[in-house]
């Protein structure tokens, strides 16, 4: 059974389907985005300090500012989890919407914005820029479900991967526990090794 065809985990806005693009591109500077409109994209994005834990730490903050950005540009989660110092998510925008670079932009202000209402110091750039992200992020177009299957995996199992659980099931900041609930996935699911061997935009240690 496909996870995508099937529902999985989609926090679906009506009528955003995903649409399928047989090319990607896998290098994560110096090159031009795939704007597909209507597409499924798997992002990665980090904060500038890989030190920190402003995710987790902030999460009902980054929990608002996606909720903001969706109220605003509607867009589906269909999988997404978060560490404290990156997450990886799985996106499909609407039809003939391929701007994902503004929605990520509006995330990423929106957290900044609360965290500084809290009083959390953030550090800036020589050119007044605030530096709680990186400024660069992983992107990669889903191709077709089999692809969409593998980084769906990839996300729930990255906590695993990271020596944060042991299991999938005990990482909190994770679709990987709605999928269960909706009866798509089993809540002893441990991943395989084949789907998380690639880095998926994540440094290496």
């Known amino acids: 059974m496909s996870l995508h065809s ?5 926090y679906r806005h009506p009528n955003i389907r995903a649409e399928r693009n047989p090319g990607y591109l896998s290098n994560i500077v110096g ?13 990665t994005l980090a904060l500038a300090d890989r030190r920190s834990a402003a995710l987790i730490d902030h ?11 969706r109220q605003e540009r509607p867009f589906s989660i269909d999988a997404i989890v978060v560490l404290p110092e990156h997450l990886h998510a799985v996106f499909t925008l609407p039809p003939n919407d391929s701007d994902f670079p503004g929605r990520w932009r509006r995330i990423k202000g929106c957290f900044s914005s609360e965290l500084l209402k809290r009083g959390v110091a953030i550090e800036r750039f020589p050119n007044g820029e ?9 992107e990669h177009t889903i191709r077709d479900d089999a692809d969409f299957v593998r980084h769906i995996d990839c996300i729930h199992y ?23 609930r909706r009866g798509l996935l089993p809540e002893d699911q441990a991943g395989e090794a084949d789907t998380v061997s690639a880095t998926f935009g994540e440094r290496r240690r």
Do not use: C, D, E, M
Not at 168 to 175: F, H, K, M, T
């Open 59 to 69: 999460v009902t903050a980054l929990r608002s500012a996606f909720r903001v950005a």
């Open 158 to 180: 990255n906590p695993v991967k990271h020596g944060s659980v042991k299991r999938v099931r005990n990482w909190p900041y994770s679709s990987f526990h709605l999928h269960v």
């Open 130 to 138: 605030l530096a709680l992200w990186q400024r660069r992020y992983w």
């Open 6 to 10: 099937s529902g999985a985990i989609r």
């Open 31 to 43: 090159y031009r985005r795939n704007l597909l409109p209507g597409g499924t994209f798997f992002f």
